[in-house]
């Protein structure tokens, strides 16, 4: 009898320790997955998610279905099966996607799959629970009705509720001329206003956005610190720029140079081959700080970048969520 338990024993600590390694392992994939998703390498993502998704995870399940969607430049049967399967468990990001279907690529060359429910019944199903979320304080669903219905409200109700996206969305607006101000000045006042919310929350894009608008205020000390803030946060802007300065390019900016560590940035910028244009923008000016340092410096800088890769968060363009 005593051994029987003894042996039950083992076996469930055997099949929890599994478990949770599975657990673990699948854990790992999605992080890995979403990174290749946030340095543009869908076709690197796919393994990654598909092994992430198969647990279950609804954010897998959606970045899967992103991942075969832009490999393949259209919604395909995968795609479909990937977002419905994390929509049923809620996940209002691919009810938008399911609800915009019939607006995909795959409706022009007429390869669209027939999912469960139409785009329409997907909108509704998706109004109806991220409307119950905001009603219930979710900034992050304020944000989703606004790009449910396109009311300018929601976005302003999500950005005052501190969804950092929503801020930097809002703060962007102004900048391009939307609402009505008494003044210019003003305009810029409330723009800085939600920009700096924006970074304040973490968001990079808000980073470099309130960097942007510090430089035309000339307060260098603040640009200096928002764009450091940015390129520590892996924005690829951020560390592009960073770098850049370092190497003296522009030279106004009031950074000491410090080749060593701008080759060492600008080398780990060339691991994006999967596109937005970083490692073209890094192979125009690399050659140059090549040529301001020795082969010694050059080993120092390498060692540089493994370290900094270590300590900091993947190199990501930190695409919209819902970007097309």
Known sequence: ???RLLLTLLLLLFSSYIFAQATFGQLTAKEQGITFINQYKSSSAIPFLKLAAEAGAPEAQYYL?????????YITAEALHAYEASALQGDIYSMIRLATADSDLCAAIKKCSKGSKSPDDWMRTAKELAKKEADEGSSESMYLMYELSGEKFWLEKSATN???LAQFLLATKYLEGEGLFLSSSSRTEKAEHWMRASAQGGYPRGMMGLAAILIEKKDLEGFRL???KAANSGYVEGVFGYASYLAGEPSNYGYSLDFVKSYALLSLLLELDGGGGARRDVEDILPNVVEKITPEQI????KLAHEWKATHPPLSFFPFKLSR
């Open 1 to 3: 009898m005593k051994t």
């Open 65 to 73: 279905g992103e991942a075969l969607r832009k490999s393949n430049r």
């Open 162 to 164: 501190g969804f950092a």
């Open 226 to 228: 928002w764009n450091e």
């Open 299 to 302: 080993q120092t800088a390498e």
